[in-house]
């Protein structure tokens, strides 16, 4: 059984050029102007006109109300402002598929707007609105989404016997596929011995494992299959989307998010008929390296403790077995918190990958562990 | 002499004053649903596990084990410079529930998974003390 039989499809995808906007920090740049460049890529890409669109689903830009007024969409049928974290990215797609498939909207587009490197944000640290749960943990130093995974990453290590440089692979696998990637922002190669010789962040991880924070757009346009049919390009179907949380005062999961994985995995893979080995590309949320490792597991590519065996010699990079995160994901192409990896797997789909195209690619998978855990399985149509 | 207490503490409030103030007993104090026998942290007005509202402070063992640690070398708080690179521990509690904490009188070298760890208290803001774990003899 697919998810919602196949009916709703992703017809338009648009990024801006995350390599351009990290070039130079500029004060004057918002997230709305970032999204709202997106998606005027994303409505040339599809062959729609923003007199299509009847649903607003927008992540990281302050106000839906604002978003609505400069881009003249005042009587959207549905419409919601979500909160700028990454595990919103799938949910986002998710939401829109949904409410198109009970009828609540016929074509949403999905926006997300971040000016976090001209802003200079930071994840981590304290200031007014830190939640007062939070300082629990603030008061021992503890903070930065990167140091409750590096908690995780240590015992998993110790528990699985995984050397120093076990992360290293990812990273540099990141780096050769943002080469190929003319909007990545970090190009440059690393070897593992620069990767080790990196400084520690917060050790057991080190710089390389963490994504960066830059600047960028990325909107994504969801309909139906049937309205996909006239539009410009090739449709790619949502087979399969499922989520679950992992709700705990801690980023940090003892069970390194299995138990949410393993459920959302069943479900995907039930929906969509299809295992892991089928997959041509997979993409994978990786906010920082160790989240990989955990995915591949708790979704079968990989058996427990034994991922981080898996990803070597290549088996991961663009022409292995299972290419992982070909546009340089989070830690080389940008940080565009997982909504930039769901539009490389549209790209991928539609053969428009250019020099880093995984040849035949008829089905792509993203995967985001996180404290709401999606995954979605994307068809070509 | 008085110094000002510079790094990131709670604001003290009647709900969570029994925790941050326990340690002048030398005891780690949670919160005891009084309905269903749930033992919970940080401090919340409800039981998580029945909704009841009806809980008292209850002194725990101080016994816990060293699930995982950080050392941090990233300045993100400049009450935290010269305290860089240090330890952060994600311990549970022998009674349950996690907490993230430091080790001290280790070296973090000597730090071991599953370790256990007993409880010890640092005084911080106004009044207040800070639960810290040392390695159980």
Redo the contacts between chains.
């Keep these: 059984m697919a998810f919602l039989n196949e009916d709703i499809a992703i017809v338009g995808v648009g990024t801006t050029d995350f390599a351009a906007q990290y070039k130079e920090r500029d004060p004057s740049r918002t997230s709305y102007s970032l999204g709202i460049d997106a998606l005027k890529q994303a409505l040339d890409d599809s062959g729609l006109e923003l007199s299509d669109i009847d649903g607003l689903l927008c992540s990281r830009m302050p106000s839906y109300e604002r978003i609505g007024d400069l881009v003249n969409l005042r009587h959207v049928r549905v419409v919601n402002g979500y909160e700028g974290s990454g595990r919103m990215a799938g949910v986002v797609i998710q939401h829109a598929a949904a409410l198109i498939a009970a009828g609540l909207a016929t074509t949403v587009a999905c926006i997300y707007g971040n000016n976090g490197r001209s802003a200079a944000m930071t994840y981590g640290g304290a200031g007014a609105g830190t939640p007062d749960h939070l300082y629990y943990d603030l008061a021992y130093g503890m903070t930065s989404p990167g140091a409750y995974v590096g908690m995780m990453y240590q015992r998993y290590a110790s528990i699985y016997g995984a050397p120093d440089g076990a992360l290293a692979p990812l990273a540099i696998s990141n780096r050769k596929n943002a080469a190929l990637n003319p909007i990545a922002v970090m190009k440059e190669q690393i070897t593992e011995e620069e990767y080790l010789a990196a400084r520690y962040i917060a050790d057991p991880l080190r710089l390389y494992d963490y994504c960066m924070i830059n600047d960028g757009g990325a909107a994504i346009i969801v309909t139906t299959k049937e309205r996909a049919k006239n539009l410009k390009k090739r449709p790619v179907l949502i087979s399969a989307s499922a989520s679950s949380g992992d709700l705990t005062n801690f980023y940090t999961k003892p069970d390194f998010f299995d138990e949410a994985s393993r459920f959302v995995a069943d479900k995907v893979y039930a929906q969509s008929g299809l295992t892991p080995d089928q997959m041509d590309c997979v993409q994978i949320y990786d906010n920082f390296t160790p989240i990989m490792l955990f995915s591949l597991e708790s979704f079968g590519f990989a058996p427990r403790g034994e991922g981080w065996q898996w990803i070597r010699d290549g088996r991961i990079e663009l022409n292995g077995e299972m290419p992982i995160n070909t546009s340089g994901g989070h830690t080389a192409e940008g940080y565009m918190q997982g909504w930039a990896l769901q539009i490389e797997a549209v790209r991928q789909l539609r053969g428009e990958a250019g020099a880093r195209q995984v040849s035949d690619c008829e089905i792509a998978q993203y995967i985001c562990v996180s404290p709401i855990v999606t995954s979605h399985i994307l068809r070509r149509g | 002499m008085t110094t000002e207490y510079t790094?990131?503490?709670?604001?003290i409030?009647d709900l969570?004053r029994p925790y941050f103030e326990a340690g002048a007993e030398g005891v780690i104090k949670l919160q005891s649903c009084n309905s269903c026998g749930n033992i919970w942290?940080?401090a919340a007005e409800h039981c998580p596990r029945c909704l009841e509202q009806d809980y008292e402070w209850k002194p725990m063992s101080g016994r816990a084990t060293l699930?995982?640690?950080?050392?941090?070398?990233?300045v993100?708080?400049k009450s935290?410079k010269d305290?860089v690179?240090?330890v952060?521990a994600?311990v549970q509690l022998e009674e349950g529930p996690?907490?993230?904490?430091?080790v001290t009188g280790v070296d973090r070298e000597a730090l071991k998974?599953d370790m256990p760890l007993r409880a010890t208290f640092v005084p911080?803001k106004e009044g207040s003390w800070?639960p810290v774990f040392e390695p159980a003899a």
């Design positions: 790094k990131p503490f709670p604001p409030t969570n942290f940080p699930w995982s640690w950080v050392v941090m070398h990233q993100y708080f935290f305290d690179p240090y952060v994600f996690f907490m993230m904490s430091t998974r911080a800070l």
